[in-house]
């Protein structure tokens, strides 16, 4: 691409992938076809519950895979930690769209429940969103939630191309999540066609919103020093 490129700041791109993220989120739920597998497993167990909400389902789960991250990464860092940082402030920002927005909000509007065409739009604009907002999180040197901060950190760890990595973590949060499922309720809860075709398709739009992304903008953090104590 010839010419200059946008110059951008990590933390203002951090900020911007919480709020497209949980707005994502939302949406694919109200769309109901599936929600992501990423977050099936939190969505299946507040749905199972009932006295938690989706965003606190998000907790317990990352609360689980950065118990594995850790494991994997064979060490522990204060830093770290900020991942749950990430964690809550999505978590809260995702029960705020829920709450605020009518249509999000699953005891005003129930999900599922509007014309064909806008559930399509919901669900496309929702897969869009989510692919878009995760390479964001990649980009800024600040920590994503635990499931993003678990694909960047591993691959890197082990030296895996993060886009396959990616795709394969996809595949296997399908997996974890038609099994809780099953145990759970018997049936499909949260997983529907769109799921699948999130499964499919998410890692590869991440990879080609990486690459577009790499020759438009020009990313720096607005605060060397602090963005230096962010190495894995």
């Known amino acids: 691409m010839s010419g200059k490129k946008i110059v951008l700041h990590g933390e203002f791109v951090y900020a911007a992938a919480i709020i497209l993220l949980s707005l994502a989120v939302a949406m ?29 389902g998000e907790y317990l789960v990352q609360s689980i895979l950065f118990i594995v991250f850790c494991i994997l990464m064979k060490k522990v860092k204060i830093v770290y930690f900020s991942s749950f940082a990430t964690c809550l402030i999505y978590g809260a920002v995702l029960d705020l769209w829920r709450w605020a927005v009518p249509l999000f909000n699953p005891n005003i509007t129930e999900p599922g429940s ?77 997983i529907g066609v769109g799921t699948l075709i999130l499964t499919a398709l998410n890692g590869f739009i991440i990879g080609w919103f990486d690459k577009l992304f790499d020759r438009c903008v020009d990313l720096r953090p607005l605060f060397p020093k602090f963005a230096a104590k962010f190495d894995l």
């Open 114 to 190: 509007m014309s064909l065409p806008i559930r399509i739009v919901l669900f496309l604009g929702g897969m869009i969103l989510t692919s878009f907002s995760v390479m964001l999180f990649y980009k800024t040197y600040l920590y994503p939630q635990v499931y993003d901060f678990f694909v960047k950190g591993i691959s890197a760890r082990f030296g895996k191309d993060r886009t396959k990595f990616k795709i394969a973590f996809d595949f296997s949060c399908l997996a974890v999540s038609c099994v809780l499922t099953l145990v759970l309720f018997r049936k499909f809860v949260g």
């Open 28 to 56: 694919l739920s109200a769309a109901n076809f599936g929600v992501s597998m990423i977050v099936a497993p939190a969505y299946i167990i507040s749905q199972k519950l009932g006295v938690i909400t989706f965003g606190q």
